[in-house]
Nanobody, 124 residues
Framework: QVQLVESGGGLVQAGGSLTLSCAAT????????MGWFRQAPGKEREFVAS????????YYTDPVKGRFTISRDNPKNTVNLRMNSLHPEDTAVYYC????WGGGAAGAHKYSYWGQGTQVTVSS
């Protein structure tokens, strides 16, 4: 099992940048695919980005391609989401999720472990 805690959210102006971090505690972090999802008010939770357990493949939803970058630091048990050129429509609660031996699937149902989320607000 892993426990996940997100940090790094906040208020930023449109065009600005934020880096979200997800710290994992538990065993065998390197065996987990890690994903970031977000949920805006009144909307369903949606996939943002993921990285497979090997760290060899990254996946992004189209609206964030070229702006967001996911990365993992296995010795530190962390996964980061660097978000550049933020838009007001990026405003949401961002969640970190983990799937053991995962390929980095986009489906939320694939992930067994979730953090509590961190709020990102982008002002126009």
């Amino acid at each position: 099992q892993v426990q996940l805690v997100e940090s790094g959210g906040g208020l930023v102006q449109a065009g600005g940048s934020l880096t979200l971090s997800c710290a994992a505690t538990g065993r065998a972090f390197s065996s987990y695919a890690m994903g970031w999802f977000r949920q805006a008010p009144g909307k369903e939770r949606e996939f943002v980005a993921s990285i497979n357990w090997r760290g060899s493949s990254e996946y992004y939803t189209d609206p964030v391609k070229g702006r967001f970058t996911i990365s993992r630091d296995n010795p530190k048990n962390t996964v980061n989401l660097r978000m550049n050129s933020l838009h007001p429509e990026d405003t949401a609660v961002y969640y970190c999720a983990a799937e053991q031996w995962g390929g980095g699937a986009a489906g939320a149902h694939k992930y067994s472990y979730w953090g509590q989320g961190t709020q990102v607000t982008v002002s126009s």
